[in-house]
């Protein structure tokens, strides 16, 4: 199957910057839409920022602030954060659909998550 890996996360002062970066491998016969999500302790999944139907979309509380990026031929996603605030601390997840077979609609891979700690 599929396998998604998250790197990056860290601790970084307020006002920091940090770059999460997905890699996926396995059997990847085609790899679509790639997404970045995060949970705060006590808090649901919330989708951050990812590409979808040919653009991108991002949280509000982020926009102007992360960028998404994908290098297609390394079937990578990233995730440029800057001017981070305290409210980013949370588990990063990279979520991609993939086909290992051709035709179908793909399934839905997970990573495990990358922890970004926000503070002083």
């Known amino acids: 199957q599929v396998q998604l890996v998250e790197s990056g996360g860290g601790q970084v002062q307020p006002g920091g910057s940090l770059r999460l970066s997905c890699a996926a491998s396995g059997r990847i016969f085609s790899l679509g839409d790639m997404g970045w999500y995060r949970q705060a302790p006590g808090k649901e999944r919330e989708l951050v920022a990812a590409?979808?139907?040919?653009?991108?979309k991002y949280l509000d509380q982020v926009k102007g602030r992360f960028t998404i990026s994908r290098d297609s031929a390394l079937n990578t996603a990233y995730l440029q954060m800057n001017s981070l605030k305290p409210e980013d601390t949370a588990v990063y997840y990279c979520?991609?659909?993939?086909?290992?077979?051709?035709?179908?609609?793909?399934?839905?891979?997970w990573g495990k998550g990358t922890l970004v700690t926000v503070s002083s």
């Open positions: 979520t991609a659909r993939a086909w290992s077979d051709p035709g179908g609609h793909g399934m839905v891979y």
């Open positions: 590409f979808g139907g040919g653009s991108t």
